[in-house]
């Protein structure tokens, strides 16, 4: 029951988080499949071998030097931070190269990266929770982990990883391929170092003066990442504003469509009209391809073609064309 209790604890709150991070993707929606991926990619693959690789190299530095104490904290403050967010960020990549097409914003960067860090906490989580609670302390010691690991720490992984994400964005929305080199390795550099100096702390200011500035920085952390995600989401409604209006003028979309594609507000209220109605499935696609036409557009002019924005373009708007006089 234990082990039950752990894999539940371990894994539904990193659902319940994943699912916010879906959330705050407003505009432009990833397709499920790939976030589904990136979850197991970080609780299977980033966490199995993050496990093997910890233990091997942690084995190697204590036979090397003798000293548990010494292979505990060169392990957590610098084998583990590489590894792990090398091994999360490796999802993100993937969806970087193979799926360039659904790779449009920092939004996108920050959702993918959070969502494999999401799962690889879940398996870490279930671990602490079982090894350390559970079987030191029973279901008190469950229950302690629980709360350390979900609500004092809950969001450490997808905060270290979304940098990553950020500068793989930054590196897709880039034309030159000097910059794109910098942005990525940027990126990856900042998820490590935040990830060190998270896993330093108890160990540098052990007791409860450790936990208190461990997290702070935690928190303090976050609260950043939220507020820089709410003017992402605010500068993808200003680019959909923008970009969509030729689409008015060419008579596409309409002025209310328009005004619906960049306002949450009014987009959930049309939704709710429509719940439980064959129309319901109809207006989400549409205003997901008038925000999918309003990247593809902003990139047509960064970017340059890449082999088939264009196309795409055409596409869009014959799609929305069609779907148009359906939608009100």
């Not at 999360?88 to 993937?94: C, E, M, Q, W, Y």
Request: hydrophobic share 50%.
């Amino acid at each position: 029951m234990g082990f039950i209790l752990s894999v539940i604890f371990g894994f539904l709150p990193m659902l319940v988080f994943a699912f916010i991070v879906y959330w705050f993707d407003r505009f432009e929606k990833e397709p499920r499949h790939l976030l589904g991926g990136a979850f197991v990619w970080g609780a299977v693959i980033a966490a199995g071998f993050a496990f093997f690789i910890n233990t091997l190299l942690g084995a190697g530095i204590f036979i090397l030097t003798g000293s548990e104490l010494i292979a505990e904290q060169t392990t957590g403050s610098v084998i583990a931070p590489i590894i792990e967010e090398i091994l999360k960020g490796l999802a993100v990549l993937i969806v970087f190269y193979f799926y360039r097409k659904e790779f449009d914003s920092i939004l996108d960067g920050i959702v993918y990266a959070g969502i494999t860090a999401l799962g690889f906490a879940a398996t870490e989580n279930t671990y602490y929770i079982y090894n350390y609670g559970y079987l030191e302390s029973g279901y008190t010691g469950l229950l302690t982990l629980v709360f350390i690991r979900v609500v004092l720490v809950g969001w450490q992984h997808p905060f270290y990883t979304a940098f990553f994400g950020i500068g793989l964005a930054l590196a897709r929305l880039s034309p030159q391929w000097s910059k794109r080199i910098v942005y990525s390795t940027a990126g990856l550099l900042v998820s490590i170092v935040l990830h060190s100096i998270h896993n330093s702390i108890p160990a540098l200011i052990p007791g409860v003066a450790g936990i208190v500035l461990g997290t702070l920085f935690d928190w303090t952390g976050w609260l950043g990442l939220g507020i820089f995600i709410l003017y992402v989401i605010y500068h993808e409604k200003r680019l959909i504003q923008q970009e969509l209006k030729e689409e008015v003028q060419l008579g596409i979309i309409s002025s209310e469509q328009y005004q619906k594609s960049f306002s949450n507000i009014a987009r959930i209220k049309a939704f709710f009209n429509h719940v439980g109605k064959p129309t319901f499935r109809t207006i989400s696609h549409f205003y997901q391809l008038c925000a999918e036409l309003a990247h593809k557009k902003h990139q047509l002019r960064r970017m340059g073609d890449e082999g088939g924005n264009l196309k795409i373009i055409t596409q869009l708007r014959s799609e929305l064309a069609e779907l148009s006089p359906l939608v009100n």
